[in-house]
C-alpha cells in the first residue's frame, strides 16, 4: 500500500516511477489485512486522541509528524475516490467499528471505513484502485525483484540500489530519489527476539515482511524508532501450517447479551486478564509475560476453556482471515473437525480436560487437576454473582461454564505487524541518530510507523496513504543529479 501510493504520487509529479517487489504477488501485510482505513473527521480532535495515546503509552512521538497526520487523514477517502475516478472507477465506503479507546479525548472523530469497490472485499477493491491506478500512471513494476542494499555517493547521499533479479544482482541508478516501503519485520526471528518479548510468536501477516528495509537502512546510518512496538493479536497455531490462524472469541461478541461461556487460562490454570476487555491488536501486552521464578513465559500458549453449548454455538477460528486464507483451510463452523484433529484438547470433566492439557507437549505436566477446577468454580461464582472480582470482565459477558464435555483451545501470540524500523521525519524523510535526513532516502508505512506500543485499529492503512503521499511527492521534487 504505501509504496503503491508514493510510486502512483511520484509518478503523477512526473517523475520517472519504478516499484519492486520481492515476490511473485505482493508478499505484505496490506493484501491480507481487512482494509479498514482511519479518516477522522476532525484533526484538531484527531491530535488530541493520538498524543493521548502516546502519553498513556510513553512511546516516543514526533509532534510534527503527528500534526502531518493528522491534517492529511481526515483526506484519506477522497484520495482513494479521486484516484479511483481517475480511472473510472467507482469507490464508497462503509463505516466499521469503533475507537479503540473511547475516553481518550478526540475519540468520537477516530471514524474507520471499508473501501467498496465492484463488490470486492474492502481490501481487494483497494488492491484494484491502486493496481489500476500504478498502470495509468505508467509506473513500471518488477515483480520477483529484490531491494538488497542502498547505494551511496562519497558524501553519504543514496544515488540508487542493489536489486536481485532472476539470480543476478543489478545497481540501479536513482536520479531524484529512493522511498522505502518494505513493511515491517514479523518473518524475521532474529529481530523479532530482539525487539520483543514472547516466545513462540507465530505470524499472521504476510510472510515478504522480513526486515529487509531496517537492515538496508541501518547500513546507511538510520536511527531506529519504535522497534519494541508490535501490533500482535491472539490465535491458533497447528502444526499442519506455519501461520497462525485468527481465534474470533474476543473480538465478535457471540450472543453478547450472554456470553459466550468460556475464559483464558495459562499453562497453570489460573485466569489472567479480562478477556473481552483487550483490544486485537495488544495481546502481546498481556501474553509476553515472562515469569522470572518459573523462568519461562507461563502465558504461551494459554487455553481458552469452554463448554459444549459454546463449542456448538461457535467456531472458534475464522480461517479466512490475514495469511491463514492463503492455506485454503476452513474451519468448522462446529468445531467438531478440529476436536477429531486433537486440535482442540477434550475432557468428560474439567478434571479429565486438565489431564488431558497436561499430557500435551506443550504443557508438559503443568496443569494441575484441582487448579483448573477451581478457577472454573470461582468464574462461575462470579458470573452467578454478575461480578468479576479480579479482572473486570463486563457484567454482561459473565456466561458461566456449565454443560460438559469441556474443551481447551491452545492459543498463542499472532503478530499482524510490527511497528518499528528507520526513523522518519514530517517530510518522510528517513534520519540519522543525529536528526538529520540522509540525503535522498524517504520511507513510507509500516517501515519505521509513526505508531507507538497503542496503536488505534485502521492507522497502519492509513498512515500508508499519508506517508505514502508525502514520500512520493517530496521524493520526486528532489532536483536530479545527474
Ligand atoms: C491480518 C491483518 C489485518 C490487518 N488489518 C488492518 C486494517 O484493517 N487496517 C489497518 O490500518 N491495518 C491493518 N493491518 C496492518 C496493515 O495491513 C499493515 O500495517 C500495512 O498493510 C502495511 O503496509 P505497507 O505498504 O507498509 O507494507 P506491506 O503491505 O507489508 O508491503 C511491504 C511489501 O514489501 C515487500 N518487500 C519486503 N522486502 C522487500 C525487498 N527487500 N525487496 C522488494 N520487496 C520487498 C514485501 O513482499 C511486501 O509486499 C492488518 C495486518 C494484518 C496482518
Redesign the pocket.
Known amino acids: ?4 501510493v508514493a510510486a502512483i504520487v511520484a509518478a503523477e509529479e512526473s517523475a520517472r516511477t519504478t516499484l ?4 511473485k504477488e ?13 479518516c477522522p473527521d476532525d484533526a484538531g480532535r484527531a491530535k488530541e486522541y493520538l498524543q493521548s495515546l502516546f502519553e498513556r503509552s510513553h512511546s516516543v512521538m514526533d509532534e510534527k509528524l503527528l500534526d502531518v497526520y493528522a491534517q492529511m487523514s481526515p483526506n484519506n477517502l477522497e484520495w482513494l475516490k479521486q484516484t479511483g475516478k481517475s480511472i473510472g472507477i467507482d469507490v464508497s465506503f462503509r463505516e466499521y467499528g469503533k475507537p479503540a479507546y473511547p475516553d481518550h479525548p478526540g475519540a468520537e472523530t477516530m471514524h ?1 471505513w471499508m473501501t467498496i469497490c465492484r463488490r470486492k472485499s ?2 481487494n477493491g483497494l488492491f484494484h484502485i491502486l493496481s489500476n491506478a500504478l498502470a495509468d500512471r505508467g509506473v513500471s513494476v518488477l515483480m520477483e ?4 542494499k542502498l547505494l551511496q555517493d562519497k558524501d553519504g547521499q543514496i544515488i540508487g540500489m542493489t ?1 536481485e533479479r532472476g539470480g543476478r544482482d543489478v545497481n540501479v541508478k536513482a536520479r531524484r530519489a529512493v522511498v522505502l ?4 519485520f ?1 518473518n524475521n526471528d532474529d529481530l523479532i527476539r530482539n525487539f520483543s518479548r514472547g516466545y513462540p510468536i507465530y ?4 510472510p ?3 526486515g ?2 531496517i537492515r ?1 537502512a541501518m547500513q546507511v546510518g538510520a536511527d531506529l524508532w519504535h522497534m519494541n512496538s508490535i ?1 500482535c ?1 491472539i490465535g491458533v497455531k497447528v502444526s499442519e501450517y506455519d501461520v497462525a490462524f ?1 481465534f474470533s472469541l474476543p473480538s465478535i461478541h457471540h450472543d453478547y447479551q450472554e456470553g459466550p461461556a468460556w475464559f483464558l487460562v495459562d499453562q497453570y490454570g489460573r485466569r489472567f486478564t479480562n478477556e473481552m476487555g483487550v483490544d486485537v491488536h495488544s495481546w502481546n501486552l498481556v501474553l509476553d509475560y515472562f515469569d522470572p521464578v518459573k523462568e519461562e513465559y507461563t502465558r504461551i500458549p494459554s487455553y481458552a476453556i469452554l463448554d459444549e453449548s459454546t463449542r456448538k454455538k461457535v467456531s472458534l477460528v475464522n480461517s479466512r ?3 491463514g486464507k492463503k492455506t485454503g483451510y476452513r474451519w468448522s463452523a462446529d468445531n467438531s473437525r478440529e476436536i477429531e484433529r486433537g486440535w482442540i484438547v477434550k475432557g468428560e470433566t474439567i478434571e479429565e480436560l486438565a489431564h488431558m492439557i497436561s499430557i500435551t507437549e506443550t504443557n508438559r505436566g503443568r496443569m494441575k487437576e484441582e487448579r483448573l477446577r477451581t478457577t472454573l468454580e470461582v468464574y462461575n461464582s462470579y458470573c452467578n454473582e454478575k461480578n468479576d472480582y479480579e479482572f473486570d470482565r463486563p457484567a454482561e459477558c459473565l456466561k458461566p461454564l456449565g454443560e460438559a464435555p469441556f474443551y481447551a483451545l491452545p492459543l498463542y501470540p499472532r ?3 510490527t511497528q518499528g524500523g528507520p526513523r522518519r521525519n514530517a517530510k518522510a524523510k528517513v534520519l540519522r541518530p543525529d536528526g538529520k535526513p540522509i540525503s535522498r532516502l524517504y520511507s ?4 519505521g ?1 509513526l505508531w507507538g506500543m497503542i496503536y488505534e ?8 496513504i499519508v506517508t ?1 503521499r508525502i514520500a512520493g511527492r517530496n521524493a520526486a521534487r528532489e532536483k536530479a543529479w545527474d
Not at 203 to 206: E, N, S
Not at 444 to 447: D, R, T
Open positions: 500500500m504505501a509504496g503503491a519492486v517487489e520481492k515476490g505482493p508478499e505484505g501485510n496490506t493484501w491480507v489485512s481487512l482494509g479498514g482505513i482511519s474507520k474492502s481490501v525483484t529484490t531491494a538488497k536489486l516501503a518494505t513493511g515491517g514479523q505470524y499472521g501477516g504476510g515478504g515482511n522480513t529487509d528495509g538496508m501490533s493479536a485468527r482471515m490475514g495469511w503478530l499482524l505487524n513510507a508505512g509500516e517501515l510507523s485499529g485502521g492507522s497502519n492503512l492509513s498512515e500508508c505514502g
